[in-house]
């Protein structure tokens, strides 16, 4: 079927070519489910994001709560490990005021560069049919950065939501006062990715379609189990690798400050979505429920891995153009910089859900089929702290590949 439609689609002009594809880029998300409970549950969120525009059409939105927020009157200590980490975030607090906000930031610095040159490469674009001259690469990765940054606040405000949501529905009496630590940082993370970005780049995306069916999806969803593996798992593990990958890469040295901060933080929500999900999948859920979380975990993975395209960049730079949709998708797939950020955006996410008892014999060959195989074996939170992560970022892309497995926390 979809060869016939590729044939028809090639006949049609450009601007009739990317309406066609961009319906069936959100019909195929529909088609490709096979879990009907994930369908069920997603499909909503779905039409919201994919078809309706939701994010995109300049207006706040409303999503409608529905989950049970859980009081306990007795303020048990209910869990050690949480508890530590109540103690650490306390201890870990910074203000994002006191950044070095002063240093003068030239998008355009070839000695600062905010990323590397090979995120949209010439060669690739070539290849795919488009011409991007000398001078227009640096602007197209000033574009991109500042899409990246732009989807990194717009996570930043699903996760400080999500996580007063989480504060409110965590069974756990110490996860409630960890979950308060969060919801400062989230603020926080608000606040300096969106001073960066207006302050310093002077440049905003709206929200990634795909980014938006995923909060969407995790807010209204009224289980609480639900909301941590869509935020503290699925978001803040793909932040977690997208931040390292910037942090890495990035010349600018006040953007590379803020991310060493902001990865400390999010290592600990990472770490504390563990903690809450890793006995309640195990041993609470039935078969069919932890089935379907397992699903729904490779699905968002897929809507992540397979669609984060950064489209909202393309329709700046080239809608009404003879550019395709289709051409720009080749690009960012086959650019190397925009392939090391989907790489190491994954390393992060994978081997948590391994430790949450969500990476079964039944869905490994899917994610292998997906190319995400490789990420099986790293480390997963519990096991590495924020510190140990940026000191493996700091030696160089091939420490930072989840290789690191094996060296438990201090
Ligand atoms: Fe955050
Ligand atoms: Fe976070």
């Not at 488009?130 to 990765?141: A, R, V």
């Not at 996860?175 to 990715?193: A, I, M, N, P």
Request: charged residues 25%; proline residues 5%; contains cysteine.
């Amino acid at each position: 079927m979809y060869a016939a439609l590729d044939n028809i689609r090639a006949i049609l002009p450009t601007p009739v070519q990317n309406r066609v594809d961009a319906v069936i880029e959100a019909a195929e998300i529909f088609t490709e489910m096979k879990n009907p409970r994930v369908l069920r549950s997603m499909a909503p969120s779905a039409v919201r994001g994919l078809l309706l525009k939701a994010g995109k059409n300049g207006a706040p939105t409303a999503m409608a709560a529905a989950h049970d927020a859980h009081f306990n009157w007795d303020y048990p200590h209910d869990h050690a490990e949480m508890h530590q980490l109540y103690e650490r975030a306390k201890l870990g607090q910074w203000n994002g005021s006191q950044l070095a906000w002063q240093t003068a930031v030239d998008p355009f610095d070839p000695d600062r560069a905010l990323a590397p040159l090979d995120m949209i490469d010439l060669a690739a674009a070539k290849k795919v049919g488009i011409q991007l001259s000398g001078d227009e690469q640096p602007k197209m990765i000033y574009s991109i950065t500042s899409w990246m940054l732009s989807q990194f606040l717009h996570g930043e405000q699903g996760a400080l939501l999500a996580a007063c949501q989480v504060t409110e529905s965590v069974p756990f009496f110490d996860g409630k006062l960890y979950g308060s630590t969060q919801v400062v940082d989230e603020g926080r993370h608000v606040e300096v990715f969106h001073r960066y970005l207006s302050e310093k780049l002077g440049k905003m995306y709206p929200v990634n379609d795909n980014l938006f069916v995923i909060i969407d999806a995790l807010m209204t969803d009224a289980r609480w189990d639900m909301k941590f593996l869509g935020m503290q798992i699925m978001v803040e593990g793909l932040a977690l690798g997208a931040f390292g990958f910037l942090y890495q890469h990035t010349q600018e040295p006040l953007l590379k400050d803020m991310l060493r901060y902001v990865i400390q933080d999010e290592a600990r929500h990472v770490h504390y979505g563990v903690l809450a999900l890793r006995q309640h999948i195990t041993t609470e859920l039935s078969p069919k429920e932890k089935a379907e979380r397992e699903d729904w975990a490779y699905e968002v993975a897929l809507l992540m891995r397979n669609r984060f395209m950064a489209y909202e960049v393309y329709e700046e730079w080239y809608e009404g153009s003879s550019v395709t949709r289709e051409q720009w998708r080749q690009l960012v797939l086959s650019s190397p910089g925009m392939r090391r950020f989907r790489d190491i955006m994954f390393t992060r996410l994978v081997p948590n859900l391994r430790e949450i008892g969500l990476l079964s014999p039944r869905i490994r060959p899917h994610y292998e089929q997906a190319g995400m195989g490789q990420y099986f074996h790293g480390a997963a939170a519990p096991e590495l702290s924020g510190e140990q992560m940026l000191a493996d970022l700091d030696r160089g892309p091939a420490a930072s590949t989840g290789a690191s497995r094996g060296r438990r926390r201090a």
